[in-house]
Structures are given as C-alpha cells and as structure tokens.
C-alpha cells in the first residue's frame, strides 16, 4: 500500500468522525470528535509529507482536548504561538500560510464558550483547509472538509435556524 493511499483511508476515517461531530449539541462531544478526527488528520499529512499541516493538526488535537475543560484565552493564545512557531519552523510556501490561517481561525473557535459561535467560527477556518487541501493535491481531505462544513451548515441549521421557525408557527397559532 502506498503512503498517498493510506494518507486517504485514514481521512475515510476522520470524516466520520467531522460527520459526527457538528450532529451534536454538547459542546463537549463536538470537540472531543474534533480530537479524533485531527490526530487522523495529522497522521495523513505525515504521509503526504505535508509537514506544516501536520504540525498544525497535532497541536490542534492536544487544543481539543484542553478546550473541553478549559475556553481561559490564556490557553487560546498559547496554541496561537505554537501555530506560528511551527509554521515559522516547517514553511514551504503557500501552503504553509493557508494551513496557518485554518488553524488559527480553529484555535480561535475552539475556545469559544458557546457552540453556535464555534460552529460559525470554524466556516471559515474549514474554508481556508478546503483551498489548502485542493492546493495540496489531496482529494480526499478536500472531500472531508467539504463533508465537515456541509455538517456544520446542517447542525446549525438543526439546531439553531429550525427552532426559530418552528417556535415563530407556534407563536402564530
């Protein structure tokens, strides 16, 4: 098996998890699926030699985690300098800026306090990984994030557009 097949089996599986975790409520779970999902992530720019990507990627797995039992912007700061130290460290060019940006803007989502600010923060950031995986020549991982944003959309959707309507029917009757 090739290192470029494996790197997409393993964004096979992390997307299962980014499907799963926008289908949450709790903040807690969306965040912990978020920490599969990036150690996958990081695993797969390893193999594709994507060394700033995965630099970043990993950092955001440890992030995860510690978001769920703390959103101090302390904490948000520091990620925010490692970013930059790895990215500093690792660079190659465009590529690096844009895997800098996604996980700057991610760092920053992932220490709100409330999901719906989470989810819209993380719109963006998703939308500088998508231009950066199709720059990378990585389908797969541009499909995942594809996938991650359309279940984010859908969550927010689910979980704060639909209620609106359906209490505005109720007021209405």
Excluded at 28 to 45: D, E, G, Q, W
Excluded at 127 to 134: Q, R, S
């Amino acid at each position: 098996m090739t290192p470029f097949l494996l790197s997409q089996i393993l964004i096979g599986f992390a997307i299962c998890f980014d499907m799963f975790s926008f289908q949450f409520k709790d903040r807690n779970k969306i965040v912990f699926c978020l920490f599969c999902s990036a150690i996958l992530i990081s695993s797969h720019f390893i193999l594709l030699e994507q060394y700033t990507a995965a630099g970043l990627t990993a950092i955001a797995a440890v992030r995860f985690i510690i978001s769920i039992y703390s959103t101090s912007k302390k904490f948000m700061f520091v990620f925010l300098a490692t970013s930059f130290i790895v990215t500093f460290i690792t660079y190659s060019g465009v590529l690096s800026i844009l895997s800098y940006l996604g996980a700057s803007v991610n760092t920053v989502a992932s220490f709100c306090k409330e999901d719906k600010h989470l989810r819209i923060i993380m719109i963006v950031g998703t939308l500088f990984w998508i231009l950066h995986n199709y720059l990378a020549n990585t389908p797969a991982a541009m499909l995942m994030e594809l996938l991650f944003l359309s279940s984010n959309l859908v969550g927010y959707y689910r979980h704060y557009i639909r209620p609106v309507k359906i209490k505005i029917k109720a007021d209405n009757n």
